[in-house]
């Protein structure tokens, strides 16, 4: 037993920060983020979107195209790297919203986040524990980043995809899964913001009864000092990083099914750098076509990238029936993964409520 994407659906904030507003407000221009990134634009959300909205707008749309609704999914697994709080699960705000079933559980793998919950749900239909899951990638990476910082803050933008599965005869759907984590470059990306040290070093800080209560147990608190809360990243390490393991990755995907590289119709790669995958395209001897970038319009969506490109190949039909795509992503942890699938028509599942396929 296997499990196949039978529908995607995806969520976007409505509003649009081009290069040349950023201009605007810090020492660059539209040329350099262009050149050296691909990218021209990215979302970001406003004061009333959110995970869970965007979140909630991309399941919505994967449960309509595959004319299904809540109470027909009985997994849902959430992979963010900035979830709206700690707790609970951002996956059991999205199931009571629905009104789907079952387990449900948020995971971070940074950018690997959406390959890691495909390897999770996938597993847990494997074993029977549910007939369908809802697989949700969102992030609101523009929250945590340092707008001083203009060699990250041009990098990211905010976005959610919903990838709906379903339990699938082995050899179709999803034919593998490889993940991967490198726990010594954890200091290559990293965001202290809003964790429990951070908390804790708030604490201190706090005026009236809380304030009073940390002074008089003071291992309570924390100092401030030394706690960056935003993204802070070692841009040429990851970049180095990420072309390695994208077409390490490739490799052991296609080795373990006894298939080349070559073979495989559609590439979608984690969309953090444009450079980062012709590099990796020219290193494997790969048309650049094969690959499939969307980079220009969204930056980098972390763990919504993936399903945020996939879901557009299907709808705007760069995929057909029967053909391999491999998946491919990295990130913050160290962490990667791929996946490679066998794509069977439908999985792009014509919307009613947006007329159909071909959008
Ligand atoms: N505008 C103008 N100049 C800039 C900007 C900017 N926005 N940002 C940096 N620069 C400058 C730097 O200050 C530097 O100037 P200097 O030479 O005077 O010191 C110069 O440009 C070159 O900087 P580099 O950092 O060496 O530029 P590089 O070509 O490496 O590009 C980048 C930087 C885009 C960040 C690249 O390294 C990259 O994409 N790395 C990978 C990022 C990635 O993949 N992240 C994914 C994981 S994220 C996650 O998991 C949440």
New binding site residues.
Partial sequence: MSAAIVSLGRGIPRHILHNRQ?EEL????HL??KE??GIAERRVAGPDEDNLSLSLEACRQALRRAGMKGGDIGLIVVAS?TPDRLVPAMACTIQGELGARGPALDLNA???GFLYALAVAKGFLAEGLAERALVVGTET?TRIVDWRD???????GDGAAAALLAGCPEGEGILRVVLGAEGRGDGL?H?AGGGARMMASLRGGLAGEAGAFAEAIPFLGMECDGIYPF?R?Q??K??RF?VETMCATLRELCAAESLSPREVDLVVP?Q??S??VEAAAERMGLPLQRFYLNIERYG?T?SASIPLALEEAARRNALREGDLVALLG????LTWGGALLRWADGCDGGDPEEGGRGR
């Fill in positions: 950023l810090l020492d660059t221009t350099w983020i050296r990134t790297a940074g950018c690997s990476l203009r060699a990250t803050c041009v990098l990211f990306i965001a993204v990243m841009g040429r990851v970049f990420a984690h953090a750098n450079r980062i980098n972390s990295f990130g913050a942890g």
